[in-house]
C-alpha cells in the first residue's frame, strides 16, 4: 500500500504546482491585458480579477503541497489532511471525483494505517 500514498503524493504534488503555475500564469495574462487596455476602469478591474483570482488558486494549491510532502514521509497529519482535501475534490467532476475516490480508498484502507504509525522502540526490536 504504500505505492499506493506514493502515487497520490505525487499527483497532488503535481496538480498543486500546475495549480501554482496557473495562478502566476493568469495573474501575468490578466495585468498584461489591463496594461494594454486603453480604459483605466477596466484596467483597475482586470488588476482586481487578477490579484483575487492568485490568492485563490495559491491558497488552494498550498495546502496539497504541505499534504503530499507529509504523504511521502508517512506523517499521520498528512493523511487526515490529504483525505479532507480528496473529500473536497470529489466535487471536481471528473478527475477531481477519480482522484478523491482513490484517495479516500487507499488512505483508510486497513493496510495502510500500519504506515502511518509512529514506531515505538517495542517495534522495531521485534
Known sequence: MDKHVRIIAILYLVLSC???????FLHYILNLAG???DDQDA?????IVANVITVILVVSAIP???GALGLMKFKEWARILMIIISIISLL?????????????????HRETLPLFSPETPEKTNS
Open 64 to 66: 496539497g503541497i504541505l
Open 43 to 47: 484596467s483597475l478591474v482586470l488588476s
Open 18 to 24: 500546475l495549480g501554482l503555475l496557473t495562478a502566476v
Open 35 to 37: 496594461a494594454f487596455s
Open 92 to 108: 471536481n467532476f471528473p478527475l477531481g471525483t477519480i482522484l478523491g475516490v482513490y484517495t479516500i480508498w487507499a488512505l483508510t
